[in-house]
């Protein structure tokens, strides 16, 4: 592994100072989409590793399940809302959350920002991925770790993907084995001395690019209806945690209400 001078670098590698909030339990900057890619455009090379996290409902009822998932959501550099639910709910409480999906992000990034030459490190879920990247973007330069299933518990192959992602020396990392294990990843990396670069968590976000999976039509994506394209696309893997998101997504909404209500106090 090659030996990097750490003082010779910048090492900020916190929150973003863009007003960061907390609703339903999880972190949230109030970003747009061409805010977030401005960022990632104009960020210094060679900064510290940072990453981005987008949660949605399905990371919401998660953390609100698991709170030792929070460090992961706190500790990211940008953490965007991709769930038009949620900034649905948040505008009933007068908060704007803009909706900034994974997959709009890696769209935007790899058509405006990365350009052929680049280096782009992939921890990526199966073979096809990587092939269909390399052949979508001839000119891109990529190293790509493929883990085991089951990374959660196994610290050896989660150490694997940290120290490949530290040696590979890339611009950007997309990281796309799910959620918590991405953003675990992620976590991880941000505690390594010699890691440098972007981390994006972006779930399935590379097979949506390259087209091993269909995104909903416009019209769904912008009416919030998104999430019933995938659950009919993939009924099998995603009705239980579609349904069983329902009601603790409400409670802690209505836990938001009560919380505000105590906060304005009588009268």
């Not at 510290?48 to 706190?74: C, E, S």
């Not at 096809?128 to 000119?139: C, E, I, K, Q, W």
């Not at 918590?180 to 590379?206: M, N, T, V, W």
Request: net charge positive.
């Amino acid at each position: 592994m090659a030996i990097v001078d750490v003082p010779s670098y910048p090492i900020d590698r916190g929150p973003a100072k863009s007003g960061r909030r907390y609703f339903l339990g999880s972190p949230f900057d109030p970003l747009t989409h061409e805010n977030v890619l401005d960022m990632v455009r104009n960020a210094a090379p060679g900064l510290r590793f940072r990453y981005i996290v987008t949660p949605n409902v399905d990371h919401v009822v998660r953390l609100q399940r698991n709170g030792g998932l929070g460090q992961y959501y706190k500790n990211a550099w940008i953490s965007v809302c991709d769930s038009r639910p949620i900034a649905g709910l948040a505008r009933l409480l007068f908060l704007k959350l803009p909706v900034v999906t994974g997959s709009d992000l890696t769209a935007g990034i790899f058509s405006s920002v990365i350009r052929d030459g680049d280096l782009i490190t992939l921890i990526a879920p199966h073979e096809s991925v990587v092939r269909d990247l390399r052949a979508r973007y001839p000119g891109v330069q990529f190293r790509a770790c493929l883990p085991p299933h089951g990374i959660w518990d196994n610290p050896e192959a989660l150490e694997a993907c940290v120290e490949f992602a530290v040696a590979a020396e890339a611009r950007f990392l997309f990281i796309a084995v799910g959620s918590p294990q991405s953003e675990k990843i992620a976590y991880e990396l941000s505690r390594h001395p010699e890691a440098r670069g972007i981390g994006l968590c972006i779930g399935a976000s590379l097979e949506f690019l390259v087209g091993a999976k269909r995104r909903a039509p416009v019209w769904m994506r912008r009416s919030g209806l998104e999430w019933l394209h995938r659950l009919c696309s993939d009924p099998r893997r995603l009705w239980r945690r579609y349904v069983y998101a329902v009601l603790p997504l409400a409670m802690l909404f209505y836990g938001e209400l009560i919380g505000r209500g105590s906060r304005l106090g009588p009268g």
